[in-house]
């Protein structure tokens, strides 16, 4: 399936924080969620809001982008690939509280961000602008979100172009392998939503919710995986091509997909693998 340009300007985005081992460490983001409380020690650190629409804050600038990354690289700039799964969900409501989620469908994301060390919340370093970040354009249907269901076999991979040469940047990782999955994934969404206040990096998500119009419908990206040594410590660049792809490797190797990355041409068969492919580019100062 397909969300046009137009249906996805009126959804919420969010992402969650602390989803996957390690990442924050590696992001130089730990520090930040000291002060977090969370019920369990591997639990995902809160949620974050990408864009909502329509918002009086720079939240409300559109940041989606399946073919570009924008910043402004006149001056130094720290930008990294956030390779993750996002899922679109329905929502249900009790009075204003969010009482159930249900799954529809994922695809491959670029929760990017800029390595802003005095930003006071997360979102301020994530939507800084028109293509800040990326969503693939084909989407996968979920007929059900369990250990049983066909995301039980998809990996995330995610690659660099740079001159020519493709390397891997995040670790090739199992869907499984995020920390929270299925409904304990699910349970945790729908309170986080209805309890997170405004608190450290995080904001109160229920003012947010409630600004957006009470949405029947969210984007959530659920969390980038590990980088690689690379990946850890390279930033991105104007002319780089970046590439973050959910994939059954059942039925697609990692050859297969670097070749179409080579390529940059994506003919990935609809059921098995999805993929976001984005040319970074120094921002239009004059638009």
Request: aromatic share 10%; charged share 15%.
């Amino acid at each position: 399936m397909q969300l046009s340009e137009s249906q996805l300007k009126k959804l919420p985005v969010f992402g969650i924080a602390g989803n996957f081992a390690e990442h924050l460490g590696q992001a130089g983001e730990d520090a930040d969620f000291v002060n977090i409380p969370t019920k369990e020690a591997h639990a995902p650190k809160g949620i974050f809001p990408i864009y909502i629409p329509n918002h009086a804050s720079f939240l409300g600038t559109y940041p989606l982008s399946h073919s570009q990354l924008q910043a402004d690289f006149s001056n130094p700039i720290n930008v990294q690939m956030e390779p993750e799964l996002c899922m679109l969900f329905d929502v249900h409501y009790e009075g204003h509280h969010i009482a159930d989620l249900t799954p529809v469908a994922f695809t491959a994301f670029n929760d990017c961000s800029i390595r802003r060390p005095n930003a006071t919340k997360i979102s301020q370093k994530k939507n800084w602008g028109p293509n800040s970040t990326g969503v693939a354009k084909q989407w996968i249907e979920l007929n059900q979100f369990d250990a049983d269901s066909e995301l039980d076999h998809f990996q995330i991979a995610s690659y660099l172009k740079r001159h020519n040469t493709i390397k891997a940047y995040g670790v090739d990782s199992e869907v499984r392998s995020y920390s929270y999955f299925y409904q304990p994934l699910v349970t945790w969404i729908c309170e986080t939503f209805n309890t997170q206040t405004d608190l450290g990096p995080l904001e109160n998500l229920a003012n947010l919710i409630s600004k957006a119009n009470f949405p029947k419908q969210l984007i959530i990206s659920l969390g980038a995986t590990r980088y690689t040594a690379l990946g850890e410590k390279t930033y991105l660049a104007p002319n780089d091509q970046i590439g973050v792809f959910i994939y059954n490797p059942n039925q697609i190797t990692t050859q297969e997909l670097m070749a179409q990355f080579q390529a940059s041409h994506l003919t990935l068969p609809d059921a098995d693998a999805v993929g976001l492919i984005q040319t970074v580019s120094q921002v239009d100062s004059s638009s």
